[in-house]
């Protein structure tokens, strides 16, 4: 699945998305940055709650298809030009963590 | 990070890289908050580097694009309600930098110290050439380390000889367990 397919199901909303044609093939969920940044895999949806710059930085970094902000957390609009212009695709949902891979997992 | 002690660690190998010859690590811990000042006496940074370090998307690493080091520190401090302050000079007579950043200990979100004696270990081991200078107060006393007297008790035997870093594990172990005993 990529993750212009997943931004179609209703329950995901696009807060940016410069890469739709990234493929999804697995989830991680985790709030601490360090710990994502070494346990994330290539081409993972990163489930996560934090909101600030950093999470763009880290998931550039493990090159993660895609961040989704679980519990429809939000990012500030300098923070999401920034994942733009890094290429990083950011979606939201109002599902919890559980949830949302849940949902994804049907969908892979 | 999932110590503090891993941030310090983080931080204070930016000092070493700046060409500090001293590096000053101190930890306070007063009621419920902890002040770390991690200072050297590197090169400095001018005005508009510094006005960058704390987004990730600058670092003055040449591997890779992005630089969590200041990021992480002050994601930690600002989670706890506290806040980091970093302080530069590239002036001849008094370069370097000193980050102080203030966390606030009885907050859910502190990230607990870890194991502070094996970072401090870790950075004479890897830097044996450069001098450290670790204090940690609380309440109840201070625990105390400086590599500049330990080169002169040593008369040049290295910092990182397999029994000098015994030694000072050892030392460490001791300090602490006093201060513990208090």
């Excluded at chain 1, 940055?33 to 346990?39: E, F, Q």
């Excluded at chain 2, 090169?43 to 630089?67: A, H, Q, W």
């Excluded at chain 2, 004479?124 to 380390?145: A, C, M, R, W, Y």
């Excluded at chain 2, 330990?150 to 602490?176: C, F, H, M, S």
Aim: hydrophobic share 40%.
């Amino acid at each position: 699945m990529t993750v212009y397919e997943l931004s179609q199901n209703s329950q995901f909303n696009v807060l940016t998305m410069p890469e739709p044609e990234r493929v999804i093939n697995g989830a991680y969920v985790g709030d601490l940055l360090s710990w994502v940044m070494g346990k994330a895999q290539y081409d993972n949806i990163w489930i996560t709650i934090m909101s600030n710059i950093n999470v763009v930085a880290v998931a550039s970094l493990s090159d993660v298809s895609c961040v989704l902000l679980a519990e429809d957390v939000t990012l500030d609009s300098e923070v999401l030009n920034t994942a733009k212009e890094k290429g990083i695709n950011i979606l939201s949902t109002p599902l919890a963590a559980y949830e949302a891979a849940i949902t994804i997992s049907g969908m892979i | 990070m999932k110590e503090l002690s891993l941030n310090i660690l983080d931080i204070t190998e930016n000092s070493v890289k700046a060409g500090a010859t001293l590096t000053e690590i101190s930890i306070v811990e007063s009621g419920d908050t902890l002040t770390l000042t991690i200072k050297d006496d590197g090169c400095g940074m001018s005005d508009e580097i510094l006005s960058t370090v704390e987004n990730p998307f600058y670092t003055t690493r040449t591997t890779r694009k992005v630089g969590l080091g200041i990021p992480l520190l002050k994601m930690a401090a600002e989670m706890t309600g506290g806040k980091v302050k970093i302080v530069s000079s590239t002036n001849e007579a008094n370069h370097g930098t000193t980050v102080t950043a203030h966390f606030f200990k009885n907050h859910l979100d502190f990230t607990p110290l870890g194991d502070i004696k094996e970072t401090i270990v870790t950075l004479i081991q890897g830097h044996p050439d450069t001098d450290f200078l670790f204090t940690h107060q609380t309440n109840s006393g201070e625990v105390k380390l400086d590599t500049r007297e330990l080169r002169v008790a040593l008369e040049g035997v290295p910092l990182d000889t397999y029994e000098v870093i015994v030694w000072i594990k050892e030392y460490l172990n001791e300090q602490y367990q006093l201060l513990d005993n208090r």
